[in-house]
């Protein structure tokens, strides 16, 4: 059995429901953007993983930020009065509307675009969680 830290967030899964199953993985990328490794922790980054048994488990993330609440910190940044989200620089190589790749902006720095037709010079997305894939 594998050791873990002492989990600071904890969220009730289903894995027999993939946008659950999705969110928690989003979960641990925003974490582990907002608290990377830094000498002060260690270089330690945050860690996740399933806890429990059956269908009904938690997902267990250790930020390893030091932060009281870690899950109302992602949250109370994401909810920030000043938008975080803006287009891609190179949105106008897409066509099709509103269907353009977005960058959420510090402090996360992730871009967005898994929704898009054409995914790295492919015919289709690899990915569309809508299709059934």
């Known amino acids: 059995m594998t050791e873990h830290p002492e989990p600071d ?3 009730d899964v289903n894995l027999r429901n993939p946008g659950q199953f999705f969110a928690c993985c989003g979960a641990l990328e925003l974490a582990s953007r907002l608290w ?4 002060e922790n ?3 980054s945050p860690e ?3 806890a429990g048994s059956g269908p009904q488990k938690t997902f267990e993330i250790a930020t ?8 109302t910190v992602i949250l ?7 938008p975080i989200v803006e287009l891609a620089e190179d ?3 897409y066509a099709g509307g509103d269907r353009k790749p977005v960058v959420l902006r510090a402090p996360f720095r992730l871009r967005l675009d898994w929704w898009l037709d054409s995914y790295r010079g492919a015919d289709k997305s690899e990915l569309k969680v ?3 894939q």
């Open 42 to 44: 260690g270089w330690t």
């Open 130 to 132: 809508w299709a059934g």
């Open 48 to 50: 996740g993983w399933f």
């Open 64 to 71: 390893h930020s030091g932060t009281e609440q870690p899950l």
């Open 76 to 82: 109370a940044r994401l909810a920030d009065e000043e």
């Open 9 to 11: 967030i904890r969220l």
């Open 36 to 39: 990377p490794g830094t000498p």
């Open 91 to 93: 949105h106008e190589a």
